[in-house]
Nanobody
């Protein structure tokens, strides 16, 4: 069984920073990629950032967060980190950790429970 546990969400003022962390645990054979999605009220879930586990890690960011968010990884700890700077009210959403990994036979997608990020003055 695989579990993704997120931490670091909370309330922050516009222009502030938060750091999200997600650790994958359980029966994991190999991780292909991890990342973050978010869903704001009344909106569809959207990709925020992803990073692959091979090599130095290939990153992908949504246009709306480029230059403000930085995704990184700790392969030894099966952990992905999202440093969020210059936060805007539009960043308010539930952030979901995502993992593409192999636990048994085939690679599968896994999701965390979500952590609330609120940017408000």
């Amino acid at each position: 069984q695989v579990q993704l546990v997120e931490s670091g969400g909370g309330l922050v003022q516009p222009g502030g920073s938060l750091r999200l962390s997600c650790a994958a645990s359980g029966s994991i054979f190999s991780i292909y990629a991890m990342g973050w999605y978010r869903q704001a009220p009344g909106k569809q879930r959207e990709l925020v950032a992803t990073i692959t586990w091979g090599g130095s890690g290939s990153t992908n960011y949504a246009d709306s967060v480029k230059g403000r968010f930085t995704i990184s990884r700790d392969n030894a700890k099966n952990t992905v980190l999202l440093q969020m700077n210059s936060l805007k009210p539009e960043d308010t959403a539930v952030y979901y950790c995502y993992a593409d990994l192999t636990s048994d036979w085939y690679p599968k997608d896994y999701w965390g429970q979500g952590t609330q990020v609120t940017v408000s003055s």
